[in-house]
């Protein structure tokens, strides 16, 4: 599937489609690249397994020793392709585990094979065919200009400086959009007619904080109030946000479905990033953003990996990047020891039923959640990071 598999809504279906709750299906597979494939990789798993808790650091040790290959995060529940967001996460963990030799080679693997002549990144890339999909997505491309400056930075080195600065000017260039609710962030330069797709999870206030800092361009600060302010109008819609949303000049937001082969608007795949990137965030109105996901989500125990947006499971699949979300919405709300919990569950979610996107997000979310290593203002809730 291309990052283009999408129609826009009428305002009679949107709402057929926000009224229907509590509706057991199959797991589907959203456009997205975030879908595990149909292999079984993400079948219900018990979240009560008495195994201890791994730490932040071993999360990200775990991570990288189990999908990084020669520099290229590997999908191995997904047919071993790779995708830019899978490389952007790579550089956020290594750089988060200090460990340079591995970023090196990330940041290699990456701009040999994905990096394209606009400074963006190519999103997906297999092994009998190099670069599939030439189109960019911006939360990748966000991710890693994030995580090449922090470590240009930290580590002293101007060439991953230089890299990041380039390629958060061309974020700025080719995936950003003026509307009446201010500078958005597109997913791509695909998406660049009215209306404009938006997705909130691709949104990262700290993110536009760290790059702001790097270059000096006051328009990051612009998007940052922009995304806030769209992400908020999402969220008026409805207790959860979807996955993908619509955003028309005049600042009207509508809730959309993934693609346009499934017609249901869900909080799943994509969403569930919202509240880990405004936890995260370093202003109180963006935490209460992320905040106010806490009550809906916590009606169960157990949480599915997807839900409706009255929080519903559609589905028997779990995820730990549910879990981890569901801890991020607990911390911003002030609930630290839920949130441990919460990030405990994650944990074991990815130990029974490992997957490259849900051991993505175990290890950031609880990095994102525990320290300021990314550039983020989240307080700790307690564990060793």
Not at 127 to 142: E, R
Not at 220 to 238: F, M
């Amino acid at each position: 599937m291309t990052r283009r598999n999408w129609i826009p809504v009428t305002a009679v279906a949107l709402a057929a489609v926000l009224v229907t709750g509590g509706i057991a299906v199959a797991a589907v597979r959203p456009w997205s690249d975030r879908t595990p494939d149909a292999g079984g990789v993400s079948t219900p798993t018990s979240t009560t397994a008495a195994t201890a808790a791994r730490t932040p650091a071993q999360l990200r040790t775990d991570f990288l020793d189990r999908y990084v290959e020669d520099g290229r995060v590997v999908r191995k529940d997904q047919g071993d392709d790779t995708v830019s967001e899978g490389q952007a996460y790579g550089l956020l963990i290594a750089y988060a585990a200090g460990d340079r030799d591995r970023f090196g080679d990330i940041w290699s693997w990456t701009s040999r094979h994905l990096l394209t002549d606009d400074h963006l990144l190519a999103w997906r890339w297999t092994t009998d065919g190099g670069v599939a999909d030439a189109q960019s997505a911006s939360d990748a491309d966000l991710d890693a200009a994030r995580a090449l400056v922090l470590a240009g930075k930290t580590w002293g080195d101007e060439r991953y400086t230089a890299a990041g600065k380039r390629m958060a000017d061309a974020v700025l260039a080719h995936e950003t959009a003026s509307t009446a609710q201010g500078l958005v962030l597109l997913p791509g330069p695909w998406a660049d007619s009215d209306p404009y797709r938006y997705n909130a999870s691709y949104a990262s206030p700290a993110a536009y904080r760290v790059l702001a800092a790097a270059t000096g361009d006051a328009r990051w600060d612009e998007l940052e109030r922009g995304s806030t302010a769209v992400t908020s109008a999402v969220l008026a819609k409805s207790t959860l946000p979807s996955d993908w949303s619509q955003v028309h000049p005049d600042g009207a937001v509508d809730p959309m479905p993934a693609s346009s082969s499934d017609a249901r608007v869900l909080y799943g795949w994509d969403a569930m990033r919202m509240p880990l990137r405004y936890a995260e965030a370093c202003t109180a109105g963006d935490r209460d953003l992320a905040a106010g996901l806490a009550p809906t989500l916590r009606r169960n125990t157990e949480l599915a990996a997807q839900l409706d947006l009255g929080g519903t499971a559609v589905t028997d699949d779990r995820s730990a990047l549910a879990y981890v979300a569901r801890a991020a919405a607990e911390q911003a709300a002030g609930a630290s020891s839920a949130a441990r919990a919460d990030l405990e569950r994650a944990d074991r979610t990815s130990a029974t039923t490992p997957t490259y996107y849900g051991d993505a997000w175990a290890a950031l979310g609880s990095t994102m959640l525990t320290s300021d290593v990314l550039g983020g203002c989240a307080t700790a809730g307690g564990g060793a990071s």
